[in-house]
Each structure stands twice: as structure tokens, then as C-alpha cells.
């Protein structure tokens, strides 16, 4: 089992940053992805970004390239996301997986969920 506490959410302007992270503990040495979701109220949960846990590979989604940036520090079994230049509709609640198998952007393949952070971004 992974355990993933996250933190950092809460309450930005447009144009402003957040930073999340991902604390993970358990049996870390099986994870090969992390990833982040966001799920906005009535839509279904969204990929947001993903880096291998080896920071071999990495990828956002097209909505928030060039303004979110995944880290990972292997020590302290952590992700991050930074996320830039916010706008209302990153206005979500951010989950953190992580997938002890392959690479994928699709949410069904993660098997361990954080509980969830709660981004706003104010007009």
C-alpha cells in the first residue's frame, strides 16, 4: 500500500501561484508514476500532469502547459506542482495518484488517491 497526503491548496487571484504537494509513505520503491487530477464541481475528474518517480518522463495536459511545472524529490518522497499564471477554471480539487505500474494520463490506471486539496482561483 501508498499512502499520499496532500497539501498547499486554498485561495489564489487570477494570476496568482499555488504550490501543491504530495507526501507519500508506505511501499514507495513499487511506484513508477505520480500524478496530479483535479476535479471540478459536476465534471468528471481530469489528468493534470505526471512525472515517473525516476523523473524520466513527465507530461502535462494541454490546458495548463507552460503555466504548471511537476517536481519530485525522490528524498522526501514528495511531489509537487507548481502552478502558475492561475485562472477560475483551475478552480478544482486537486488529487494526488500514484501508479505502481506503467506510464498513463488515465485515472482508472492509478491505484492510490490522496484525499484531495481545494484550489480557488477569484476572478
Known amino acids: 500500500q501508498v499512502q499520499l497526503v496532500e497539501s498547499g491548496g486554498g485561495l489564489a487571484q487570477t494570476g496568482g501561484s499555488l504550490r501543491l504537494s504530495c507526501a507519500a509513505s508506505?511501499?514507495?520503491?513499487?511506484?513508477?508514476?505520480m500524478g496530479w487530477f483535479r476535479q471540478a464541481p459536476g465534471k468528471e475528474r481530469e489528468f493534470v500532469s505526471a512525472v515517473t518517480w525516476s523523473g524520466s518522463r513527465q507530461d502535462y495536459a494541454d490546458s495548463v502547459k507552460g503555466r504548471f511545472t511537476i517536481s519530485r524529490d525522490t528524498a522526501k518522497n514528495t511531489v509537487y506542482l507548481q502552478m502558475n499564471n492561475l485562472k477560475p477554471e483551475d478552480t478544482a480539487v486537486y488529487y494526488c495518484?500514484?501508479?505502481?505500474?506503467?506510464?498513463?494520463?488515465?485515472?482508472?490506471?492509478?491505484?492510490?488517491w490522496g484525499q484531495g486539496t481545494q484550489v480557488t482561483v477569484s476572478s
Open positions: 508506505g511501499r514507495t520503491f513499487n511506484v513508477y508514476v
Open positions: 495518484a500514484a501508479a505502481p505500474r506503467f506510464w498513463s494520463t488515465i485515472a482508472s490506471v492509478y491505484d492510490f
